[in-house]
C-alpha cells in the first residue's frame, strides 16, 4: 500500500500549487511638493475666471524751473487665472466580487486613497509644466534681455554653470536670492554625481560627502548648489521637442526633437516672486453609494482646481536631455 507522499494522487489533492499571500503588493509612489510651491489664491468665493490688476513702474522726467511738470499714467494690465481643471476618479466593486474575493476589504479600502493620489498627481504634473503652457519653440523667454529659457550647457546635459546663470538671469529681473528652488530631473543629478569636479574630492574636498553617499537624499539635494535647494521630480514637463533650443552662451544649439527634453524649473518661493499661482474651486471630496440596479459598491472622488506661471520674469527653465 502507498505512502502518503508528494507524488501520490491522493496526497497531491491535499498540496496547493500555488498559495496566496494574505497582503497585496501596492506600486512605489515618488514624493511630491508641488502645493509646497505654488501661491493658493483666496478672495476667490465664487465664479471660474479670477483677474488681477496688475501696475508697473513709474517713471522720472528731468524738470526745468519754473516749467510745467510732467505727469506721466503708471503702465497697467490684466493678469487672469481661471479654474480649467475639473477631475473625476471612479472606482467600484460588485457585489458578487465582494462576496467571492479573499482580498475584497484590502481593495475596497484602497479606492480612496488611490483616487486622492491620482488628483494630486495630476495637480504636480499640471504645475510643473505651467511654465511651458503658450511657450513657442526655441524661445528663449527672454525678460529684461536676459533669456529665461535655454539648453543644458553641454549638449543638452546640465552643467554647474547653468545653476549660476539661472542665478544671475533671475537676478537681472530683481527676483529675491532668498528661497531659491530648483527642481530638475534624476537625469540631472546622475549627470551632478559624474561631474570631474565634483567626483575629483582631492581638488574639491567639500564634495567628498556627495561622493561617498550621492548627491540628493529623498526628493532634495545634499549640497545647495549656487544658493538654490535642489530637488528631483518626475513630474517635470519631460516632451520639450524644440529642435534648436540656445544655450547659455547665446549661440550653441541644441536638438531636442529626436530625444524630447525635460524642462527644470528654477525659481523663488519668496513672497510674491513665487511664480506659481493657483487655487482649488474644491479639494478632492468622495461620494459613495451602493447602486442597487447594478449591484455594485462605487466611490468617486471629484476636484476643480487651476494653477498657472504668475509671473515669467520669476522662473528659468533649463531643458536638458534625459539620456544617461
Known amino acids: ?52 490688476p496688475t501696475i508697473g513702474e513709474t517713471v522720472v522726467n528731468t524738470y526745468t524751473e519754473d516749467s510745467a511738470v510732467t505727469y506721466d499714467p503708471l503702465d497697467t494690465a490684466e493678469f487672469q487665472f481661471t479654474i480649467d481643471k475639473y477631475l473625476q476618479s471612479g472606482s467600484y466593486i460588485t457585489k458578487k466580487a465582494a462576496q467571492d474575493s479573499f482580498y475584497s476589504a484590502q481593495l475596497e479600502s484602497r479606492f480612496v486613497p488611490e483616487q486622492a493620489r491620482a488628483i494630486m498627481e495630476h495637480f504636480e504634473s499640471t504645475t510643473m509644466a505651467a511654465p511651458e503652457v503658450g ?92 544658493g538654490f535647494d535642489v530637488y528631483t521630480s518626475n513630474f517635470l514637463k519631460s516632451d520639450v521637442s524644440d529642435s534648436a533650443l540656445k544655450e547659455r552662451d547665446g549661440s550653441t544649439t541644441n536638438n531636442f526633437g529626436t530625444n524630447n527634453g525635460v524642462a527644470n524649473l528654477f525659481f523663488s518661493t519668496e513672497g510674491d516672486a513665487n511664480p506659481f499661482v493657483g487655487a482649488w474651486r474644491q479639494m478632492p471630496e468622495v461620494d459613495y453609494e451602493y447602486n442597487k440596479d447594478y449591484q455594485r459598491h462605487e466611490y468617486v472622488t471629484t476636484a476643480r482646481y487651476g494653477v498657472k506661471k504668475y509671473r515669467a520674469e520669476g522662473i528659468v527653465t533649463i531643458v536638458t536631455d534625459p539620456d544617461v
Request: overall charge negative; aromatic content about 6%; proline content about 3%.
Open 135 to 226: 511657450v513657442t519653440a526655441n524661445s528663449a523667454e527672454a525678460q529684461n534681455g536676459v533669456a529665461h529659457r535655454i539648453s543644458g550647457g553641454n549638449g543638452g546635459k546640465l552643467e554647474l554653470e547653468d545653476f549660476a546663470y539661472a542665478r544671475y538671469a533671475l537676478k537681472k529681473s530683481s527676483v529675491p536670492d532668498r528661497g531659491l528652488v530648483a527642481v530638475v530631473d534624476p537625469s540631472v543629478e546622475f549627470q551632478l554625481n559624474t561631474l570631474t569636479n565634483i567626483t575629483n574630492v582631492s581638488n574639491n574636498p567639500m564634495f567628498e560627502g556627495i561622493v561617498r553617499d550621492g548627491i540628493a537624499t529623498g526628493m532634495r539635494f545634499v549640497a545647495n548648489v549656487y
Open 1 to 52: 500500500m502507498a505512502g502518503m507522499i508528494s507524488s501520490n494522487t491522493d496526497m497531491q489533492r491535499l498540496i496547493r500549487a500555488e498559495v496566496y499571500s494574505s497582503e497585496l503588493k501596492e506600486i512605489l509612489r515618488d514624493e511630491m511638493m508641488a502645493q509646497s510651491v505654488v501661491r493658493m489664491l483666496d478672495g476667490f468665493p465664487d465664479g471660474d475666471t479670477f483677474t488681477i
